[in-house]
């Protein structure tokens, strides 16, 4: 059984690798987008349960599909990790300012950003109106 | 009746009372007469005293009076200059002073000249007692610094200032009309129309920024060492005033400086945090990679997978390297641009060299699916230049060309070399470069895609590196694009660093209808034409009727574009003024323009011509520094004033033209053919003697003095279409077969097409034609007979004759000047006219042993 369904957006082949290997050894199920707009057409369609972005990215930035996403209802609840090569505080502020839900900056550790992923389902879990089960 | 005694007695004594009466009264009268004149004198001494007394009365008043209001001017002077502020312009200042010194001291005219440091001459500022006309001429006239400070021998002076008295006086004055030099008779001590005071404006330091002149002193003395005193004051005052000027439009400028600098900081503080911030995404790009994927191997190190563990450390490494090239490409730059580089120039073959780098780049055209290879025009073109950093151009080049090329796509690598000059092209048939992007994409990271999109990664650092590579060789890289078709990347870089001769192109050009390419081509024809070391090309500008330099070779950057010239000023204003040439063959002995030799030129000698397009003036033409040292002639004068006809065609046609690129094309074409030829006849021994030899016999032969100038043209480009033969035929032994043959006799009409587009005189094309036909109809291309050929044709056939038998080839010896001449008179009515030949004789008998073919006869 899959932990859950996440979304690795990158346009940096080796990164969506490494996060595909990393995350499914740790047991979650993993699909993947080179681009914005292909984020934002994986979002609708796999409703992903957590997305990886990056920042700098053809066609439509981080930060826009990270916008979109928070403003849509049926979308707003998914938590979102930017995970980005610009490392200023502005960057990271901005990135709050779109909804991000994490900020992660480039290089970074796998095994770190794994457990980041732990917590925040985890937490989303709890947080979550829990209809019955 | 007997008087009596008594009688007799009183009438004695009546007489002798008489007598003494009488003689009372004179003595009386006497001494009255001798009170009268002393009283008179009395009274006159009196009168005198008096006169006298009213007299010293009034000059006492006068000079209370004067001193009253000269000290009231002093103080108004030294409260203006006391309140010299930003408010108070130089000149008004100056005019208070000017004034100043009319009133207060008492001179009717004063001329107030500043120096101008920057052209070290003394300009006139400010005037007091001129008419309009005056100011006008004097201040047209400017006094060159030397010139006036040699004026100040200490013999003139008084106090600090020098009074050159008429009869001391050491210049002509040029004598305007209605001028009197002379008013007649004159006290001692009384003021000369000629005579002059000069008051020089010193610094604390001693510096002389300036002077003031004084005439016409309403006293009609001499001044007196009190009036030079007063004078100094007001001088000080005035350079008090000056110096505040100056010191407030330096701080003026400073300020706008500043302004700029502030902005400019600020622009490259933008610009520092776009690199850091670019540089550091390209840096940390590999850097997660690298930390990912050893993070993961260092995690799962005990897996079994062995193949996700090669495969990771693949990326590892692929990364790692990566990385590095990033840093040495940051590093290569940041020397390039700081200047702390070294080069070392050496021979290579440049073919190879794209080869090689094809070699490296295959891996990354192979991933992509591009085709590339490398079309040399020629298996060998040797270049002089630093092997590594031209690689590194072609790397980038190549490397940028296929990222930014689709699959399926080409990359061409094209290598050639034409007038000495090494061509690279790096051709593909990707994405393009919009038209607007093609100025900005040298820039540092800069990258088409920076707005938005990023889908070509890469540092951006390739381009403004190979750009600097160019430079640093003395060449220039250009691009060319067409969105959706692809780009091409052109390098030109001189094939050997004597050749390259720099041309430096000035920054400043109101106008754009003329390429950088037929500039650069336009000058470095003249430099080699004209054998001189430094050429330039001034442009009129209209607007301020100011010549600037378009383009040079041998003049540093900031001469070129730093120089202004005032149409009338100096040399080439002079020539650009009057439409007229200008040969000067010793300029510090020429009267017109004792020594103003400017610092960059290492000869006397110059030459400068006038640029003109349908009878106007469009720019000046300038050459110094003769290869040979000697100075330029009257020959050298007419070879280029035909070369400047040529180059205004050239220039009217292209920008007649704007958008056809095919006229500059053929003016190119034209003109590099004009150079090699140079280049190659200067190989030969009879340098630069032909264009010479051709005016002087031309002369000789009675031709006009445009007809002389089209021969020296000639004789300078007749064999351009030469090349074109190949050189395999000139220097092959043995006789020339058929084919070869028939390729020679073309050659007149390949050189008359060659020099077509910049050329506009028939008579040009027609002699260049007809150099090869003979009097007696044998000749070739046409056959022409006897007087069918034009004259100067006939003086070139024997030139070019004599030449080519005393140069030799591979497969003949060198004839000497004897036997040359022999072989000439053997021919002559056969094949060269008699007379021309005649002519020839004579002229090469003056030359003596100046002529190097008769110098190694006698030998």
Known sequence: ?133 | MIPSVELLWALAASALLIVEQVRHRRTLRHELRSLRSSYDAVIQRNEELTQASDKMGDLYRHQLLTSRKRAARIKKVLEIAMSMNSNLSLDKVLHEVVHAVADAAGFRIVLLRVLDEAKGVFEARSFAGLNRDAIRKLEQHTIPQKEFESWLKEEFRISRSYFISHERRFWRRNEDEGYTPDLGARKEGEWHQEDVLFVPLYTRDGAVIGYLSVDDPIDRNVPSKETVETLEILATQAVVAIQNANLYERLNESMTQLEVATERAEELNDLKDQFLSTVSHELRTPLTSIKAYAEALLEHVGSRNVDTQRQFLGVVVEQSQKLSRLIEAILELTQLESGRFRMSREPFNVVALAEEVQGLLRSAAEAKGIAMRVEPAVPEVVLEADRGLVKRVLFNLGNNAIKFTEEGGTVTFRVGLRERVVHLEVEDTGIGIPQEELGKIFDRFYQVDNRDDRIYPGAGLGLTVSKSIVEWHGGEITAKSEPGKGSSFTVLLPATAMEAGVITQATYRPTRSVSDHLTRLTVEMIAEVMNARTASFMLLDEESSELYIRAARGLREEVVNGTRIKLGDSISGWVAKHGQPLLVTNIEEDPRFGRRNGHQYETKSLLSVPVKVQGRVIGVININNKISCTPFTDDDRALLSSLSDRVALAWQRVSEHEASSDRTEEAARAITAIIENARRSRLKLSTGTMAARAVALGRKLGLSENEVEVLAYVASVHDVGMENVGREILDEPGRLDHEAWSRVKVHPVRSAEIVKPIEFQEQVTEIILAHHERMDGRGYPRGLKGEQIPVGARIIAVLDAYESMTVGRPYRHAMTHTEAMQELRRCQGTQFDPGVVEAFAQLVATEGNTNPVRAREAA
């Not at chain 1, 859950?4 to 047991?27: A, N, P, Q, R, T």
């Not at chain 1, 707009?37 to 981080?62: H, N, R, T, Y």
């Not at chain 1, 403003?71 to 991000?100: E, M, W």
Request: proline share 5%; charged share 25%.
């Open chain 1, 1 to 133: 059984m899959s932990k859950g369904k996440i979304l690795v957006v990158d346009d940096e082949i080796y990164i969506v690798h490494i996060l595909d290997f990393s995350l499914g050894m740790e047991g979650y199920e993993v699909i993947t987008a080179l681009d914005g707009e292909q984020a934002l057409e994986k979002v609708a369609s796999e409703k992903p349960d957590l997305i990886v972005l990056d920042i700098m990215m053809p066609k439509l930035d981080g930060y826009e599909v990270c916008k979109s996403i928070k403003s849509n209802s049926s979308t707003q609840n998914i938590p979102v990790i930017l995970l980005s090569a610009k490392g200023r505080n502005v960057d990271q502020k901005l990135g709050f300012d779109v909804g991000a839900d994490d900020y992660i900056t480039k290089p970074f550790s796998p095994r770190k950003l794994v457990e980041r992923i732990n917590q925040l389902l985890g937490q989303t879990v709890t947080e979550r109106p829990t209809p019955s089960t």
